[in-house]
């Protein structure tokens, strides 16, 4: 039986937008709401969605970078939602999150030895000279050689940077990682290469991911379970195989269609959603999707739709499967 | 192979830049071909010169530090690279026109779509501004914007990335061109929305009848929309062929590395690592001498890391730029 490691209820995370002579909040983004999903220990949660559907907001609120404005998050059966971060800091060795940007996550003026070290100073793990043995197996385990440890974040390439960030993830050996879109800022020919070293880790270190990403090709190899998102809401979540051969919400469908597939000979049914992601300021009322979806019907502007268990481990909110 | 008349017939194309810290060769003897109504699907990594050769297309390489250094490239049997600046001036936007990845860098923020469109209109055709404005309309319409009349006097940061995109498109299309350059043109969009652009492309292109380069590193992208494909590493053309050849039989070790490399979209999750393409590629401040794929190339020898492939066609319409192609 697999045990959750984490897990979120309800989680909601608006942002206010503050206008007029008072700066008063007049409006707010809904970037996640109430959404709620559970990762177990070592496997792979994906959280797929469009721009704008707040997926990585989800995945920063739950290793509370930011704090929730409302919902609970559950971290191996204890409630962390309130922890100041004071309280919060023993508990960040065993969560650490991976950023997009190669160029943009590491601090410029640091040699990597000091960047992939930094953790262990900020949780004091060590001596000083295990702390730079610690370095070194790091860096040989993503795959840098130790000697270029004096070295600057320029001097390597997008898919060595990802490597750093890696191995500045793991060197304080934690359960959690959050992976946000690390590869989707590299060439084709290195994104197979950080793809292998993540899910080899995995294994290796009996590692939990969340991973966070919008190329589902990506996800359909690297996930256990996948969780799909729409302007703040979790629409549909199942097991890999089951979500990609048996969709059933009518924006699984639509994105899962629009995905185009690296054979000339395949010709796909392909569903064309009309008009853009409205805005997480004002979304519509009811089933988020319902001005985009092709099968709307009038109660899918009055009521939300409840996420229901169609098959086990795999949940849909829609009105089409309830009416029936 | 093709009896389409040839529309662009780019021959050994080389475009360096001299930079201070030495010559750049992003384009190092490129060879293609685009047939009148062809849609041709140029594929590469950052650094292999596919946006370079775009640009040398439309003679905006900008000078200095970047030259186009020798080559020839043949527009409707005229070498572009002889034209002087206002011939050139004539061809760009009219019979030769570009899309770019980012749309809101490439639209002016402080006029409005309607402006911008027509403005491309009337630096080609003489036509006084109320016919202007009617076709304007009639290209938003084109291009599937809802509400054209209420759009035309929008401005960019109003609309979303499909629209802006869909703007320049319009753009793009309202001289009626010849050949159309999409330059990573649905890279930046969501999947949803990147259907809905490359739809439309398509749409077009039937209706219209306009060639197409598309560039872009999505193998993906290419399979749905192209007829030929040309795979660029490292400032050269490695293989050319019609897509399904390049799909089916891949002959090149990178060509084939890559289609292996990418996870599958429609297969089942397996555990197994995927065959990646070690290395990286080349700076291009030292190319590898001989073969420039030989230090990542599984199969390299002696001879390729001495001396350089020339490229050949083994098959009718299947060039491939390699010692030892891979069997078909």
């Known amino acids: 039986m697999a045990t959750r490691l984490v897990e979120v209820q309800k989680l909601k995370k ?3 937008i503050k206008g007029g002579v008072f700066s008063t909040t007049v409006a707010s983004v809904k970037a996640v709401d109430e959404v709620s999903f559970f990762i177990n220990q070592g496997e792979t949660l994906s959280l797929v969605g469009e721009s704008g559907s707040g997926k990585t907001t989800a995945g920063r609120t739950l290793l509370k970078l930011l704090q929730p404005t409302s919902g609970k998050i559950i971290y191996k059966g204890k409630d962390i939602t309130k922890l100041t971060p004071n309280q919060m800091r023993p508990l960040r060795r065993n969560m650490q999150i991976m950023f997009q940007d190669p160029y943009g996550s590491l601090n410029p003026r640091m040699p990597v030895g000091d960047i992939i070290q930094e953790p262990l100073d900020v949780h004091g793990i060590g001596t000083r ?16 050689r130790s000697e270029y440890e004096k070295r600057y974040p320029h001097e390597f390439s997008g898919g060595q940077r990802q490597r750093i960030g890696v191995a500045r993830a793991l060197i304080i050996n934690p359960e959690l990682l959050v992976l946000d879109e690390p590869i989707s800022a590299l060439d084709v020919s290195i994104q197979s290469q950080i793809i292998n070293l993540l899910q080899e880790l995995q294994q290796r270190l009996n590692l939990t991911y969340l991973f966070i990403a919008h190329d589902l090709a990506v996800v359909r190899h690297m996930s256990d379970r996948v969780a799909v998102m729409y302007l703040g809401k979790i629409v549909e979540t199942a097991e890999n195989d ?15 269609s629009a995905v185009p597939v690296p054979d000339p000979e395949v010709k796909r049914e392909r569903i064309i959603l009309q008009g853009d992601i409205p805005s997480p300021v004002n979304p519509p009322s009811g089933c988020h999707f319902r001005t985009r979806c092709p099968y709307a019907m009038p109660v899918c502007k009055e009521q939300e739709p409840l996420a229901i268990e169609v098959a086990p481990g795999h949940t849909v909110a829609c009105h089409l499967l309830t009416k029936k | 192979m093709d009896n389409r008349e040839v529309l662009v017939d780019i021959k050994n194309l080389r475009t360096f830049f001299y930079t201070e810290d030495g010559v750049v060769p992003a384009v190092d003897g490129i060879d293609l071909t685009i047939h009148r109504g062809e849609v041709v699907g140029l594929v590469g990594e950052s ?14 390489i900008p000078n200095p530090p970047g030259k186009i250094i020798g ?3 043949f527009f409707h049997g005229e070498d572009l690279l002889k034209k002087n600046e206002e011939d050139m001036r004539v061809i760009r936007g ?4 570009m899309i770019f990845q980012e749309p809101m860098t490439s639209l002016n923020p402080v006029y409005t779509i309607g402006d911008q469109i027509s403005e491309a209109i009337t630096l080609h055709q003489k036509i006084d501004a109320a016919e202007a404005k009617k076709r304007t309309i009639e290209m938003i319409r084109l291009v599937g914007i809802p509400e054209p009349e209420r759009r035309f ?6 609309m979303s990335g499909g629209m802006r995109q869909r703007v320049m498109i319009a753009m793009a299309l309202s001289s009626n061109p010849d050949l159309l350059i999409s330059d990573e043109a649905t890279t930046a969009l969501d999947v949803t929305i990147q259907a809905q652009i490359l739809d439309l492309m398509r749409g077009l292109q039937k209706k219209l009848g306009m060639a197409i380069l598309i560039i872009t590193h999505n193998l993906a992208v290419v399979a749905e929309m192209a007829e030929t494909i040309a795979i660029a590493y490292a400032g050269k053309i490695v293989e050319n062929a019609s897509a399904k050849e390049i799909f089916k039989s891949p002959r090149h070790p990178y060509t084939y590395g890559l289609l292996q490399s990418i996870p599958k979209f429609t297969e089942k999750k397996t555990n197994e690592p995927l065959p990646a393409i070690e290395g990286m590629v080349p700076s291009p401040y030292h190319m590898p001498k001989g073969c420039r794929f030989n230090p990542r ?3 390299a020898t002696e001879k390729c890391r001495e001396e350089e492939p020339e490229i050949l066609e083994l098959t009718p319409g299947h060039l491939v730029r390699c010692f030892h192609p891979i069997e078909s």
């Open chain 1, 14 to 16: 608006w942002f206010p």
């Open chain 1, 129 to 144: 000279k295990e702390r730079k043995q610690a370095v070194a197996t790091m860096m040989e385990t993503v795959g840098l």
């Open chain 1, 242 to 256: 089951e979500l990609f051969d048996h969709p059933l919400h009518p924006y699984t469908q639509a994105l899962l």
């Open chain 2, 47 to 60: 650094g292999c010169g596919k946006s370079v050769t775009a640009l040398s297309i439309i003679r905006l």
């Open chain 2, 71 to 73: 080559g020839e490239i």
């Open chain 2, 94 to 97: 009219d019979k030769i026109s």
């Open chain 2, 153 to 158: 006097s929008q401005y960019p940061h109003e």
């Open chain 2, 297 to 299: 190339c599984p199969f």
